[in-house]
C-alpha cells in the first residue's frame, strides 16, 4: 500500500459471456485470475500507455534516458478486464458479450474517455453488425459524450488490417521516435558500418567474421538465413561473429538467431533485415546488431573478398 497513487480508482471483470461461449472452461485450472487482475502485462502496460504518471530517470540501462508518462498522465483510471487466458489455446480471447457488457458499466460509472487496446483478427464484421461489441458499446458511450480511442491493431503498416474503423472511434495506431541505438562496427579493412541494437555490454575486439553460405549439415540446406542458423555445424560459428539475413518481421527470428550463434559458441551476430521492423534488445546483452540489406551486403561482399574477415563491434 505504500506504493499507492490513487491512479486505479476502480476494477470490475466480465466473464459471462465467455464462460458461454467456452463451457469447458475450468477456472479453477486455470492459469488466469478470475478476478480484475491483470495475468500477462498487456492490461497494465496499455493502462500506462493511456494515463501513466511522469517518472523521470528512465532507461534502458543507460539507453535512452528521460521521463515517461502516459498520454493523460494526470488522469485516473478505472480498468474493465473482459478477456481471458484460454490454457487449450495458449492465448487470451475475448467475447463480445462481455466487451459490451464492461463498456456498458464503463457508460454507467461515468467515464470521461474508454480506451480500448483490442480488437478482432480478419475477416471483420462491419460497424453496424450486431457481432461487433466494440463498434456496438462505442456508439452507445458516443450518444453519451464519451470519447471512444480503440487501437488499430497488429498488423501494421501492411495494408488492409486497421481494425475498429467505425466513424464514432478515434482509431489510433503505433509510431515511434526518430532515435536510434547507434552501434559502430569496424571491419578489418578500418570501414566502419553503423548499426542498431541495444547492446550495453563491453567491446568485443576484432574477431572473426562469418558469413556460413556453405551449409555445415547433411542435407545440403542453405544456412545463410538468420533463420536457419540452427542447421549448421557449431564449427561454421564457434568464436566467431556470424552475419545472417531474414525476412521476418518478428521478433523472435532475431533472438532465435541469437540464441543459435550463442549455443554454438558463436560471439555475436549481425542481423540485416528490414529497418522497420522493431527492434529489441538480445538475450543476456549478447552481441546481436541489426543492419539493413544495404549494409548487409556490404558487410557480405567484404566477408567473400577478404581471407580472413574481422570485426570489432563497440557498445550502442
Not at 24 to 52: C, M, Q, W
Not at 179 to 202: C, D, E, H, W
Request: hydrophobic share 35%.
Amino acid at each position: 500500500s505504500s506504493h499507492c497513487n490513487k491512479k486505479l480508482i476502480g476494477a470490475k471483470y466480465f466473464i459471462n459471456g465467455f464462460l458461454a461461449e467456452n463451457e469447458s472452461f475450468n477456472y479453477k485450472e486455470s492459469l488466469d485470475f478470475i478476478s480484475p487482475r491483470d495475468l500477462n502485462g498487456h492490461g497494465t502496460h496499455v493502462a500506462t500507455i493511456a494515463g501513466g504518471s511522469y517518472v523521470p530517470n528512465i532507461s534502458y540501462k543507460g539507453l535512452a534516458g528521460g521521463t515517461v508518462s502516459g498520454g493523460v498522465p494526470r488522469a485516473r483510471i478505472a480498468m474493465y478486464k473482459g478477456c481471458w487466458y484460454r490454457d487449450d489455446l495458449d492465448m487470451t480471447t475475448c467475447s463480445s458479450a462481455d466487451i459490451l457488457k464492461a463498456m456498458d458499466e464503463a457508460i454507467h460509472d461515468g467515464v470521461d474517455v474508454l480506451s480500448l487496446s483490442l480488437g478482432s483478427e480478419v475477416p471483420l464484421n462491419g460497424e453496424t453488425d450486431n457481432r461487433n461489441g466494440i463498434s456496438t458499446g462505442a456508439f452507445h458511450a458516443v450518444l453519451k459524450g464519451i470519447t471512444v480511442v480503440c487501437a488499430g491493431g497488429n498488423s501494421g503498416p501492411e495494408a488492409h488490417t486497421v481494425t475498429n474503423t467505425a466513424p464514432w472511434i478515434v482509431t489510433v495506431a503505433a509510431t515511434t521516435l526518430d532515435r536510434s541505438f547507434t552501434t559502430p562496427m569496424t571491419l578489418g579493412n578500418n570501414k566502419v558500418i553503423l548499426g542498431q541494437a541495444m547492446y550495453t555490454g563491453q567491446e568485443l575486439g576484432f574477431t572473426s567474421l562469418v558469413y556460413p553460405e556453405k551449409p555445415g549439415n547433411s542435407n545440403g540446406t542453405f544456412s545463410g538465413t538468420c533463420e536457419e542458423l540452427s542447421l549448421n555445424s557449431n564449427l561454421t560459428m564457434a568464436g566467431k561473429v556470424v552475419l545472417c539475413f531474414t525476412t521476418s518481421p518478428f521478433s523472435a527470428s532475431v533472438s532465435k538467431a541469437a540464441s543459435s550463434v550463442k549455443e554454438a559458441g558463436g560471439l555475436g551476430v549481425i542481423i540485416a533485415r528490414h529497418p522497420g521492423h522493431t527492434l529489441r534488445p538480445c538475450l543476456d546483452d549478447f552481441p546481436c546488431v541489426a543492419v539493413d540489406y544495404e549494409l548487409g551486403t556490404k558487410i557480405l561482399l567484404y566477408i567473400r573478398s577478404n581471407g580472413s574477415p574481422v570485426v570489432k563491434i563497440q557498445p550502442s
